[in-house]
């Protein structure tokens, strides 16, 4: 299978928050693929550099050193936006933006700046993500901002859809959430990443949830990679 993204040697070296001089070491020397279509499951303890490394898929940040090819080419090679809009981000806290769940789904259409949007494709986009059954239809008319944390981070997930992104990215989606949330949410997940064939890239530090679910995993400690035979 041909990688979809592949890390070669990637570092990421940050300032030390208290003290501007010095640095830390986030991630050293990692390497690894992921195939189209698979999903990947970045665990580990916190601090370990997870959080960090998701972030480098979609260049919310670039390493320091080592490289990252994206479809073939060094993933800085391809715009910034279509890079963007091509992958979903899905973060730990769900954001909430003022204004009806309906029109929170609008809003990926809308603050596009690089692909104009008709209001007939937007509403049809709009449809299909309602029809995927994430949230009961009464919701969609209700203020966001009057969501549950569960019901919000389901629309977290239903916005990070609204493109048709390739890749799915989820910064530990269930944190904030209780166990009953949770399990509902990681069974969401699941059934939408293998319907719409998403390659997904999922962080998460508890191993309960690792163990139930149906990826590839990989283990960061000290911000590196641990050898599946030392697991």
């Given at each position: 299978?041909?990688?979809?993204?592949?890390?070669?040697?990637?570092?990421?070296?940050?300032?030390?928050?208290?003290?501007?001089?010095?640095?830390?070491?986030?991630?050293?020397?990692?390497?690894?693929?992921?195939?189209?279509?698979?999903?990947?499951?970045?665990?580990?303890?916190s601090g370990g550099g997870k959080s960090t490394l998701l972030?480098?898929?979609?260049?919310?940040?670039?390493?320091?050193?080592?490289?990252?090819?994206?479809?073939?080419?060094?993933?800085?090679?391809?715009?910034?936006?279509?890079?963007?809009?091509?992958?979903?981000?899905?973060?730990?806290?769900?954001?909430?933006?003022?204004?009806?769940?309906?029109?929170?789904?609008?809003?990926?259409?809308?603050?596009?700046?690089?692909?104009?949007?008709?209001?007939?494709?937007?509403?049809?986009?709009?449809?299909?993500?309602?029809?995927?059954?994430?949230?009961?239809?009464?919701?969609?008319?209700?203020?966001?901002?009057?969501?549950?944390?569960?019901?919000?981070?389901?629309?977290?997930?239903?916005?990070?859809?609204?493109?048709?992104?390739?890749?799915?990215?989820?910064?530990?989606?269930?944190?904030?959430?209780?166990?009953?949330?949770?399990?509902?949410?990681?069974a969401q997940i699941v059934r939408v990443r293998r319907e719409?064939?998403?390659?997904?890239?999922?962080?998460?530090?508890?191993?309960?949830?690792?163990?139930?679910?149906?990826?590839?995993?990989?283990?960061?400690?000290?911000?590196?990679?641990?050898?599946?035979?030392?697991?």
């Amino acid at each position: 299978m041909t990688a979809l993204y592949e890390f070669k040697g990637v570092s990421f070296v940050a300032p030390e928050r208290n003290h501007r001089s010095e640095t830390v070491t986030i991630l050293s020397d990692v390497s690894f693929n992921v195939g189209r279509g698979t999903f990947l499951v970045v665990t580990g303890p916190s601090g370990g550099g997870k959080s960090t490394l998701l972030r480098l898929f979609n260049r919310l940040a670039d390493p320091t050193s080592g490289t990252i090819i994206f479809e073939g080419r060094d993933i800085r090679e391809h715009p910034i936006l279509e890079l963007r809009r091509r992958i979903g981000w899905v973060p730990q806290v769900p954001v909430r933006f003022p204004g009806s769940v309906e029109s929170n789904l609008r809003l990926p259409f809308l603050l596009s700046k690089d692909h104009k949007y008709r209001p007939e494709q937007i509403e049809a986009a709009v449809s299909e993500l309602k029809s995927l059954g994430l949230l009961p239809e009464e919701l969609f008319k209700r203020d966001a901002t009057d969501l549950s944390v569960g019901e919000a981070q389901r629309l977290n997930l239903l916005r990070a859809l609204a493109l048709k992104p390739e890749v799915l990215l989820l910064d530990e989606p269930t944190s904030a959430l209780d166990p009953d949330a949770a399990d509902g949410l990681l069974a969401q997940i699941v059934r939408v990443r293998r319907e719409w064939n998403l390659t997904s890239i999922m962080v998460s530090h508890r191993p309960d949830e690792v163990a139930r679910l149906d990826g590839t995993i990989m283990r960061l400690e000290r911000g590196r990679v641990v050898p599946p035979n030392a697991l």
